[in-house]
C-alpha cells in the first residue's frame, strides 16, 4: 500500500478553487431559478388570462324541458 503526500500549500489551493467554483455555480444557478421563477409568473397570468377569457366569450347553455 502506498501512501500519497501532498504539499498542504497545494492542498490548500486546491481545495479553495473547488470551494470557489461551487460559491460561483451555486450563484449563477440562484439566479437561473429567480429568471425561471419570473418567467413561471408571467406564464401563469397569461394562462389565467385565456382561460377568463374563454370562460366568457363560452355560450351559455339552455335547457329545454
Known amino acids: ?23 460561483t455555480e451555486n450563484q449563477q444557478l440562484a439566479q437561473k431559478i429567480k429568471e425561471n421563477e419570473v418567467q413561471a409568473l408571467k406564464l401563469l397570468g397569461a394562462i389565467e388570462t385565456l382561460e377568463f377569457l374563454e370562460a366568457k366569450t363560452e355560450e351559455p347553455v339552455i335547457k329545454e324541458d
Open 1 to 23: 500500500m502506498t501512501i500519497e503526500t501532498t504539499d498542504s500549500g497545494e492542498l490548500l489551493n486546491s481545495f479553495r478553487t473547488r470551494y470557489q467554483s461551487l460559491v
